[in-house]
């Protein structure tokens, strides 16, 4: 049993790290870069940077 929970928390680490990732990526294009990003893009990445760091409160919650 501990090392399912093990492994799903390592899961759950790689996944808030990639959705902060990409998620910083295009807000980087849109705020830094000056580049065309559409409206629903830039706010879905808002989304997912905040929903990654959500994710990795609640690993260090646990």
Excluded: C, H
Excluded at 3 to 16: G, P, W
Excluded at 30 to 35: G, K, N, T
Excluded at 41 to 56: D, E, F, K, R, S
């Amino acid at each position: 049993m501990p090392e399912n929970n093990s492994s799903k928390r390592n899961y759950t680490l790689v996944l808030s790290i990639a959705f902060i990732g990409i998620g910083a990526w295009k807000l980087y294009d849109r705020f830094y870069q000056e580049e065309e990003v559409e409206t629903y893009q830039w706010i879905l990445a808002v989304g997912l940077v905040v929903l990654g760091v959500y994710q990795l409160i609640g690993l260090r919650k646990k």
